[in-house]
């Protein structure tokens, strides 16, 4: 998929997924297999847990899926009722959680499910949350009125591709992530920004979306492990 259809993608529709949705009200055969994945992964991270609640957010939630998109189900723990210490038992959580997404490939008609362990008391930006575990709206999407400028984004894009694609070659001749590291950080601080300026259809955020889309974002990853794992390898 070229660049501008990679863009062009990202447009907002007018309705929800009717994968998922009949209206806004979630298909029961859809909610029930969500409630099967989400006990399954509960199982999974052995610890004894009070569930608050179980949801679903992203942009399957929302207005603005694409083709690319996932389904983001979320575990709502108390993590300070498990220990003192929340930032360990979000460590252990984040690194369950990766471990399970790592080895599993879970599609409900044709589309990934990516489980998130989080702590009921952290704030979220998301513009559509459903509770899954209660069958409703937690916050309820609106339609989005703006309009992407496609050629803006396009450029943009284009733009930050080659910067990505410098960063991987000045670190794989080096043998020195910093660039990667820099770069991973820019992308992460613009869509923050965007988000918080211009919500789910900011350019930001919607760049990103694209850079996410063709891979690129796991390729800076994937080079800057290769590097640190060839440095370690080294007598």
Known sequence: MNLKK???AHLPHSVLSKKIWVGKEMLPEFRAALLRIADAFIDYLGVNIDVV???MTGSYANYNYTVFSDIDLHILIDMSSIDADTDLVEEFFNAKKS????RHDIELKGIEVEMYPQDV?????SSGV???LEDRWVVEPTKFKSKLDIE???KSSSKIIKEIERAIKSSTKTSDTSDIERM????KKMRSSGLARGGELSDEN??????????LLQKLFDNKSNIEDLKLSTL
């Open 99 to 102: 471990f399970w997404n790592d």
């Open 152 to 154: 803006k984004i396009e």
């Open 121 to 125: 008391n952290e704030e979220h930006t």
């Open 53 to 55: 609640d179980i949801t």
């Open 206 to 215: 919607v760049i990103y979306k694209v850079i996410r889309s063709r891979g």
């Open 184 to 187: 991973l950080k820019k992308l």
């Open 6 to 8: 990679t863009v062009s």
């Open 130 to 132: 459903f509770s899954v």
